[in-house]
């Protein structure tokens, strides 16, 4: 590999999940991580620019308060080259230690809370008050009266939920917080669509289920599945397991041909409100399923306006009708 500024002549070598988290098992690296992002001792703008902070040893050392220098020393070299740098200038984080750095900062934060008596938002299938919760890194959103939105396929009543980071939930009032989950939950589904993984960039499997002898009347759940939807999809990513599993109607809504049809019906559909998402599944989508080949066809309408979408058992688009 070519010497760059990113990796000064060094030798790297791969390293695999279960090593990543051996090296990071332990107490003393992670705080060795935690004093170098604090020091802001990295590339600021990682590729793009020279600019570079680094941290003597010594002040690495008395940051960490190690007191053996032995002991201090092995950790830091077990960091090294993977997640920490050493330059003739001293120690930095590397790009894998940033992320690291990063992760902790998202997951960290408020462990659970309940908002539910400050949302405004009303349930968008009947109209009862909704309540809001956030816990082990999800948040929720459910009516008290009615079943939901996606019956048996989630908790009683749920509407949206979603993982959201604990880092900034406590911040947002919950109304904020759902607005915020909705564009990052779209963003997900046009990242699944594609077949890319947004966790890791890693190519995502799809599998579908499908209810053969599914009923759904007027909006009611299917009495054989329990759900409104005949058709689900789970899609995973195969590298780090990063997972979606919603109905198909939902998924296509992340495909550039739904978003610029619904965008012209005057639908930001990447940063919707719940009332219209919930108004689209509804009324306005079309579900039909096709064997030999297997095709899954969903068809959007507003008003005489329509785009049907055709995929394939991988949700990929193999045709699109206007
Ligand atoms: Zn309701
Ligand atoms: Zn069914
Ligand atoms: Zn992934």
């Keep these: 590999m070519s010497e760059t500024h990113l990796t000064p002549d060094l030798e790297l070598n791969g390293l695999s999940p279960d090593e990543a988290f051996a090296v990071l098992g332990n107490e003393i690296r992670l705080d060795i991580i935690r004093v170098l992002w604090h020091a802001d001792a990295t590339h600021q703008y990682d590729e793009v620019s020279d600019i570079v902070e680094t941290m003597s040893f010594s002040e690495l050392r008395r940051r960490v308060d190690l007191v053996d220098n032995g002991q201090f020393n092995y950790h830091l070299s077990q960091l090294c080259p993977h997640f920490v740098r050493q330059t ?7 790009g894998a ?3 690291i750095a990063r992760t902790v900062i998202a997951v960290s934060g408020t462990e659970d809370i309940d908002f539910s008596a400050d949302l405004e938002e009303r349930c968008p299938l ?4 909704m309540i809001a919760t956030y816990e082990d890194q999800w948040l929720r959103v459910s009516c008290t009266d009615c079943d939901g939105q996606f019956g048996d396929e989630t908790p009683r009543g749920s509407v949206f939920l979603s993982n959201y980071p604990a880092a900034t939930i406590a911040d947002q009032t919950p109304d904020e917080a759902l607005r915020t989950g909705f564009y990052r939950c779209m963003l997900d589904n046009a990242y699944l669509m594609h077949g890319i993984c947004r966790e890791c960039a890693g190519a995502v499997s799809a599998s579908v289920s499908v209810c053969e002898d599914h009923q759904s009347r007027a909006g009611d759940p299917c009495p054989d599945c329990g759900t409104r939807s005949q058709v689900w999809v789970e899609q995973r990513c195969d590298t780090c397991r990063f997972a979606k599993h919603l109905p198909v109607e939902v998924f296509i ?14 639908i930001d559909v990447l940063a919707p409100s719940l009332d219209e998402i919930v108004d689209i599944l509804q009324h306005n989508v079309e579900t039909a399923i096709t064997k030999d080949p297997f095709r899954v066809s969903v068809t959007v309408a507003n008003g005489t306006d329509e785009l049907t979408v055709i995929l394939d058992g991988e949700m990929n688009l193999v045709d699109l009708e206007r």
């Excluded at 003739?88 to 590397?94: A, F, I, N, P, Q």
């Design 88 to 94: 003739e200038d001293g120690y930095r984080l590397s």
């Design 126 to 129: 009947c109209d009862a008050p």
């Design 97 to 99: 230690g940033k992320q």
């Design 253 to 266: 809504m992340g495909l550039t041909p739904v978003i610029g049809f619904l965008d012209q019906h005057g």
